[in-house]
């Protein structure tokens, strides 16, 4: 039996069945990321021992016949975002290089209860900025479909580790995008459940209203399987919201008769790649074939979607990354002879101001810098009421058209982004380039609602294709049930990147 | 009503104060808020600012700034939110404050206060109240040489409130006597201990002067922040000498209000003075906006009114009805009352014992506060309880013994742990019965035939002779029953 052509649902029952161990199954995926991670990156730390250890001592209850959690066995490769006690939590940072945390985030707390086996770190644009995995500090990661490409970001980690049978399952954040993109770009299936579903205890903060947990796997239904065991309520997240979760792998087999899924004109602007576009069109084809009816819809605000959010991101960022100041924890420059004194210290106040200025010029990298001094700037007095506020008023407008929408349509269907995965270097030169990848995801974000990106086909070249389904607050059983419908009537999504195999 | 005064200027001052509301734990943490641990020894992820942290809100902490708000007259808005003020300092380990901007939990309140001796009354606007978290503190070890700052974040996260008051203020003893009444008020309702050494109560004054002018305009002077005043009389010290400070500098340079920044001074309470603190820690744009880590704080009528129900009889209400109930001076009522809630739960305990207001009031100013005085003690610790008092009290009334006979055992029992009833046995204070008084007068006036001869000659006051000739045969003795007795004796002679 090789594990790693197993799914994440057919791994948990082998295991709970006594047909693989938990050893032999995380010793399956620990020798593929050895054998295939130095030429892809996707990892920032393989905890080989822990995982191991986490895998032994499940074995053993399961030989005493003690009780197992539901994700028992189940290897999770985990971005670099969410904290993990004792183990290197880094966001891809200079500024937070051998930072160990001392607590796991509920979600990493979650994983751990239902018996998961965390193995390792994944690679991400720092501090979750941007939509390539090229900003990270660490070295990008690549394309497990074409190495010279860019597998999206800023989960590029999870979504390549996935991808090459690294890992079966993965956990990633999306603030504007960061699950649904690399999923779309490296064929796997990622769900960005509404927000507030998932804790963001522990999750290292981007953008505090934007920021989602959620799974990254080869097919809905394993993502259902994960969405399960990590969802739900956390007293310790105000923002979290209290619904009951639902059973996601209980709720797959209902048919998508008379489900109506929305297409956005806008979606078929200029700029939509043609092969991209085919993809999308096929899969519209295919859901209806199931039995779903495809209307037009619009969401008048959408388009305003990207200069909001390189708003509210950027503003909520540049608080939520004051605090890497060098005089706590993380990196702290190291300041030649101590106070200094005349002309050498006229550059800065104090050795205070010296001290932070240098510690967080040589901790950050450019996007990162960028984003604070475009939020730091966006706050302050005399822009507030331009940017920050009017900011705000167009996010109400967007969630006001999702609103409006979901009277007309059960789901919003459309491509995860415009074009396949780009090659290494090929935007990073451009920022706002760069800053289009997000164009058909971050609003979703603002609008706070779920969205699922899964593989609807390839370009000649080999390269997948997304496709992405947007529902109402917190239909995620709906979106997992339509991927999952998809998913039987197709094979894009088992299929593997030849190169890496 | 004003202070009269020789100066020929107005001052105006409004205050800002901070107050550690008593809460177990912090404002978005569960850490412990006590004061005096080890550093960094009540902190968390939370309060230390770690990645991945999230602040959940302490509704006690709530409730008690409620409390606060509504005793201080404040409207109590149905919807508040929390904002993020933004500002390095190594103390404030998440690089901004979770505060309240533009939708404070409440304002447009007032608190009067009114000089007992009538001096004078002011009713004192309170602009707005809000709830915020306290910043650690930064230590700098100068003495070192190294000029190394510790940074201890025990209170990092500790809910304050801060008050905000309208420029109604118009003396620096006014100022002063504000604040005593609003740490009575917030110690009354439970909600601070206002202790300003260790930090629960600090005040930062804005102070200018309105000078009239010759044609009939007013000249105001640049308004000044004094910072770092760390007792209610430092406040009143450093405003009178802010205040001819400001007249000296407006002589010499006609600096009016507006043309300059307003200006930030720190108090050096052992010279006497303020000094100009840098120009840069005035001048910060602090980019406030939403919170995004926690959600708004609605606030309805069910909650005003359980809010209005813990807060007790404030002060201010408590001087008239003690001086009611109990029939005492206003003065008196105002001198329990400031002594606390505890005190005066003593006294109306005495006073119901004792049946006189008056008598109880007088035993607890002229004997029991005194001694708390000397020892520094409260009236908790007190080792003398209210029946005891009353049984004393009830003794001297029933003509037991006299005043200062009491005040004997009084000092007894205080001193030796035993009861009234002991320490009048141990110390031979029986009742003089009937018979023994009337054989010692008929001794006493045996013995005295000038004085008898005096009384009979129209000069009653000379019996007082008599008494403490009684006093020597019997220390138990009432004297007026002497009195009374041996001037029956005598007319009947």
Same mark, same amino acid.
């Given at each position: 039996m090789q594990p790693a052509e197993l799914s994440a649902v057919e791994l948990v029952t082998a295991i709970r069945q006594g047909d693989l161990s938990a050893t032999q199954c995380t010793e399956a995926f620990l020798d593929r990321i050895a054998r295939l991670d130095g030429s892809l990156?996707? %990892?920032?730390?393989?905890?080989? =021992?822990?995982?191991? @250890?986490?895998?032994? $001592?499940? !074995? *053993?209850?399961?030989?005493?016949?003690?009780?197992?959690?539901?994700?028992?066995?189940?290897?999770?490769?985990?971005?670099?975002?969410?904290?993990?006690?004792?183990?290197?939590?880094?966001?891809?940072?200079?500024?937070?290089?051998? %930072?160990?945390?001392?607590?796991? =985030?509920?979600?990493? @707390?979650?994983?751990? $209860?239902? !018996? *998961?086996?965390?193995?390792?770190?994944?690679n991400m644009d720092e501090f979750a900025m941007g939509g390539s995995n090229e900003n990270s500090a660490f070295g990008p990661v690549k394309n497990p479909w074409d190495l010279a490409r860019a597998p999206g970001g800023s989960s590029g980690g999870s979504a390549a580790c996935v991808a090459a049978d690294m890992a079966p399952v993965a956990i990633g954040s999306d603030t504007g995008g960061s699950i649904r993109q690399p999923a779309g770009l490296c064929g796997i299936t990622g769900l960005k459940p509404t927000y507030g579903r998932v804790s963001r205890r522990g999750l290292v903060a981007f953008a505090s209203s934007l920021d989602q947990i959620g799974p990254m796997a080869r097919s809905a239904a394993d993502c259902a399987l994960v969405l399960e065991a990590i969802a739900g309520h956390d007293p310790g997240d105000s923002t979290?919201?209290?619904?009951?979760?639902?059973?996601?792998?209980?709720?797959?087999?209902?048919p998508l008769t008379g489900l109506r899924i929305g297409r956005v004109r806008d979606h078929y602007a200029e700029g939509l790649d043609p092969e991209v576009r085919k993809g999308v069109d096929e899969a519209f084809a295919v859901f209806e074939a199931a039995g779903a009816t495809v209307h037009d819809v619009d969401l008048p605000h959408a388009k305003y979607g990207v200069a909001t959010y390189y708003l509210i991101a950027p503003c909520e960022a540049s608080s939520n990354l004051a605090r890497y100041d060098g005089a706590h924890y993380g990196h702290r420059a190291k300041l030649e002879g101590g106070r200094r004194s005349g002309s050498e210290s006229r550059e800065f106040d104090s050795p205070l101001v010296e001290m932070y200025c240098r510690s967080r010029g040589e901790g950050f990298g450019p996007e990162v810098k960028r984003r604070i001094m475009l939020g730091t700037y966006a706050l302050s007095a005399?822009?507030?009421?331009?940017?920050?506020?009017?900011?705000?008023?167009?996010?109400?407008?967007?969630?006001?058209?999702?609103?409006?929408?979901?009277?007309?349509?059960?789901?919003?269907?459309?491509?995860?982004?415009?074009?396949?995965?780009?090659?290494?270097?090929?935007?990073?030169?451009?920022?706002?380039?760069?800053?289009?990848?997000?164009?058909?995801?971050?609003?979703?974000?603002?609008?706070?609602?779920?969205?699922?990106?899964?593989?609807?086909?390839?370009?000649?070249?080999?390269?997948?294709?997304?496709?992405?389904?947007?529902?109402?607050?917190?239909?995620?059983?709906?979106?997992?049930?339509?991927?999952?419908?998809?998913q039987r009537l197709t094979d894009w999504h088992t299929r593997r990147p030849k190169q890496i195999a | 009503m004003t202070t009269p005064t020789a100066e020929p200027y107005t001052v105006v001052i409004g205050l800002e104060v901070h107050v550690q509301l008593q809460t177990r734990t912090k404002l978005f943490c569960g850490c412990p808020t006590r004061f005096g641990a080890p550093p960094n020894t009540q902190v968390c992820p939370t309060c230390l600012g770690l990645p991945g942290s999230l602040?959940?809100?302490?509704?006690?902490?709530?409730?008690?700034?409620?409390?606060?708000?509504?005793?201080?007259?404040?409207?109590?808005?149905?919807?508040?939110?929390?904002?993020?003020?933004?500002?390095?300092?190594?103390?404030?380990?998440?690089?901004?404050?979770?505060?309240?901007?533009?939708?404070?939990?409440?304002?447009?309140?007032?608190?009067?206060?009114?000089?007992?001796?009538?001096?004078?009354?002011?009713?004192?606007?309170?602009?707005?109240?809000?709830?915020?978290?306290?910043?650690?503190?930064?230590?700098?070890?100068?003495?070192?040489?190294?000029?190394?700052?510790?940074?201890?974040?025990?209170?990092?996260?500790?809910?304050?409130?801060?008050?905000?008051?309208?420029?109604?203020?118009?003396?620096?003893?006014?100022?002063?006597?504000?604040?005593?009444?609003?740490?009575?008020?917030?110690?009354?309702?439970?909600?601070?201990?206002?202790?300003?050494?260790?930090?629960?109560?600090?005040?930062?004054?804005?102070?200018?002067l309105h000078i009239p002018q010759p044609d009939g305009r007013v000249a105001k002077t640049p308004i000044v922040e004094i910072k770092n005043m760390n007792s209610f009389r430092?406040?009143?010290?450093?405003?009178?000498?802010?205040?001819?400070?400001?007249?000296?500098?407006?002589?010499?340079?006609?600096?009016?209000?507006?043309?300059?920044?307003?200006?930030?001074?720190?108090?050096?309470?052992?010279?006497?003075?303020?000094?100009?603190?840098?120009?840069?820690?005035?001048?910060?744009?602090?980019?406030?906006?939403?919170?995004?880590?926690?959600?708004?704080?609605?606030?309805?009528?069910?909650?005003l009114t359980a809010a209005r129900g813990m807060m007790g009889e404030p002060p201010a209400v408590l001087r008239t009805t003690l001086a009611d109930r109990w029939k005492i001076s206003a003065y008196d009522a105002d001198v329990l009352v400031n002594q606390g809630r505890e005190l005066v739960a003593y006294y109306e305990d005495l006073a119901a014992r004792v049946g006189e207001g008056k008598v109880a009031s007088n035993w607890l100013q002229q004997d029991v506060l005194r001694t708390l005085n000397e020892r520094g003690e409260t009236i908790d610790a007190f080792p003398i309880r209210p029946d005891a008092l009353a049984d004393l009290i009830g003794r001297v009334q029933r003509g037991d013994f006299d005043t200062s006979r009491g005040r004997e055992i009084f000092a007894e029992v205080l001193a030796g742990g035993r009861s009234v009833a002991e320490v009048v046995a141990a110390l031979g204070i029986a009742a003089v019965g009937e018979d023994d008084l009337l054989a010692l007068c008929r001794e006493l006036i045996a013995e005295n035939p000038k004085i008898v001869a005096d009384v009979k000659g129209g000069k009653e006051q000379a019996a007082a002779g008599l008494i403490g000739q009684a006093k020597k045969k019997n220390p138990n003795v009432n004297p007026g029953q002497v009195r009374q007795t041996c001037l029956e004796l005598i007319r009947g002679m």
């Open positions: 990156n996707a %990892f920032l730390h393989v905890d080989r =021992a822990g995982a191991l @250890a986490t895998a032994a $001592a499940i !074995d *053993a209850r399961r030989r005493d016949g003690k009780p197992l959690g539901p994700l028992a066995g189940l290897p999770v490769a985990v971005k670099d975002a969410l904290c993990t006690r004792d183990l290197p939590t880094t966001c891809a940072s200079r500024m937070l290089a051998g %930072f160990r945390p001392p607590y796991d =985030a509920d979600t990493v @707390a979650r994983l751990r $209860a239902a !018996d *998961a086996v965390i193995v390792g770190k994944t979290s919201l209290a619904a009951e979760v639902p059973r996601y792998t209980e709720l797959l087999e209902q005399g822009y507030y009421d331009a940017y920050y506020a009017k900011a705000l008023k167009v996010r109400r407008l967007i969630r006001q058209d999702y609103l409006d929408a979901f009277q007309k349509v059960d789901l919003i269907g459309g491509p995860v982004s415009a074009t396949p995965a780009f090659k290494l270097g090929e935007k990073t030169g451009d920022p706002l380039a760069m800053y289009l990848v997000d164009l058909y995801t971050v609003a979703t974000n603002l609008a706070g609602v779920g969205g699922i990106s899964f593989p609807c086909g390839f370009t000649r070249g080999g390269l997948p294709v997304g496709f992405q389904l947007q529902g109402p607050a917190l239909a995620e059983p709906l979106l997992l049930r339509a991927a999952d419908r998809f | 602040p959940v809100m302490n509704r006690e902490a709530f409730h008690l700034a409620v409390r606060a708000a509504l005793a201080l007259n404040c409207r109590i808005a149905p919807f508040t939110k929390w904002d993020r003020k933004n500002y390095f300092y190594p103390d404030l380990p998440k690089g901004y404050q979770i505060s309240q901007f533009d939708l404070p939990f409440s304002s447009d309140g007032w608190l009067e206060v009114t000089d007992p001796k009538g001096a004078f009354s002011r009713k004192v606007g309170i602009i707005r109240v809000h709830l915020e978290e306290d910043a650690g503190k930064s230590m700098h070890d100068e003495a070192a040489g190294t000029a190394d700052t510790r940074i201890d974040l025990n209170r990092a996260g500790t809910p304050l409130c801060e008050i905000v008051t309208q420029p109604d203020l118009r003396s620096p003893q006014e100022a002063r006597a504000w604040l005593n009444e609003l740490k009575l008020l917030l110690v009354y309702l439970g909600v601070s201990d206002c202790n300003m050494q260790e930090g629960s109560l600090r005040v930062d004054a804005n102070v200018n430092s406040v009143e010290r450093a405003l009178i000498y802010e205040a001819a400070r400001q007249y000296g500098e407006w002589q010499t340079t006609g600096a009016e209000l507006g043309r300059t920044p307003k200006q930030t001074r720190g108090w050096d309470d052992p010279a006497g003075v303020t000094r100009a603190q840098r120009h840069k820690e005035e001048s910060s744009d602090y980019r406030y906006f939403p919170e995004p880590d926690l959600v708004p704080v609605t606030v309805d009528e069910a909650q």
